[in-house]
C-alpha cells in the first residue's frame, strides 16, 4: 500500500471527527457519498449543535443507524461548542469525552488530522494483526491488540502502520476468502492460505 491514507474526505479536524462517527459499521464510500451535503450545510460545529434531529438525518439517512448518528453528531458538536471553543481537540482523553467517539476514533482523529502517534484499531486492523501474527490469540479486545502493535511497532509509524494493516484487510485479507494468491505478504504468513 504505498499510499497509506484515510479513504474518508475531510478538510479539517471537524469534518474528520464526523466522518468517523459516520462510517462505524459503514462504508467510507458511502460516509464519502452524504458528507458533502452535510459540510455544506454544517461546516462548524457552532451551526450543527444548532441542527434538529431531523435535519441531520434528511442528510444521513443512507449510512447506518441513522437515527443514533444523528444525535451523537448533534451531541458532539454541543460538546465542542461547550467545552472546546467549537475546536476538536488535539487530546485523546478529550475525544473519547464527546458522543459517539470511542477510543478508535479518538485514535483516527489524533493519528490522521494531528498527526499525533495512534494506532486505532477496527475491525480490519483486528483481522489482520491476527493473521500476521502481530498479534497474540491472547488479544482478544481491540486494547488489547492496540498494545501489541504499540509495543512492536516504533511509534513514528504507528499512524501509518494503521492504514497498511486497515487497507491491506479492507482490499486483500478480506474477512471471508481472503485473496492469498495475489497477497505480498504471502511467503510469511502465518494463516496464509494452502491452496
Not at 474518508?8 to 460516509?31: G, M, W
Not at 482478544?140 to 513514528?156: C, D, G, Q, S, Y
Request: charged letters at 15%; one cysteine or more.
Amino acid at each position: 500500500m504505498p499510499i497509506a491514507e484515510s479513504e474518508l474526505h475531510y478538510n479539517n479536524p471537524f469534518e474528520l471527527i464526523v466522518a468517523v462517527v459516520l462510517s462505524a459499521q459503514c462504508t467510507d464510500k458511502r460516509v464519502n457519498q452524504v458528507t458533502p451535503a452535510l459540510f455544506k450545510a454544517y461546516p462548524t460545529a457552532q451551526l450543527l449543535a444548532q441542527a434538529s434531529l431531523d435535519d441531520v438525518l434528511f442528510y444521513i439517512q443512507s449510512v447506518s443507524y441513522p437515527n443514533n448518528k444523528a444525535k451523537h453528531l448533534i451531541g458532539l458538536a454541543q460538546k465542542l461548542q461547550q467545552d472546546f471553543n467549537g475546536e476538536v481537540p488535539a487530546n485523546l482523553d478529550q475525544l473519547q469525552t464527546l458522543p459517539g467517539v470511542g477510543r478508535k476514533t479518538a485514535s483516527v482523529v489524533m493519528a490522521v488530522a494531528f498527526q499525533q502517534p495512534a494506532m486505532p484499531v477496527d475491525t480490519h486492523v483486528f483481522r489482520v494483526a491476527h493473521r500476521l501474527g502481530l498479534a497474540p490469540k491472547t488479544a482478544t479486545t481491540p486494547l488489547a491488540v492496540e498494545r501489541a502493535l504499540t509495543a512492536n511497532i516504533p511509534k513514528a509509524e504507528w499512524g501509518v502502520a494503521h492504514h497498511w494493516l486497515l487497507l491491506h484487510g479492507r482490499y486483500v485479507c478480506i474477512a471471508r476468502s481472503p485473496k492469498c494468491a495475489t497477497c505480498g505478504l504471502w511467503a510469511i504468513c502465518p494463516s496464509k492460505s494452502k491452496k
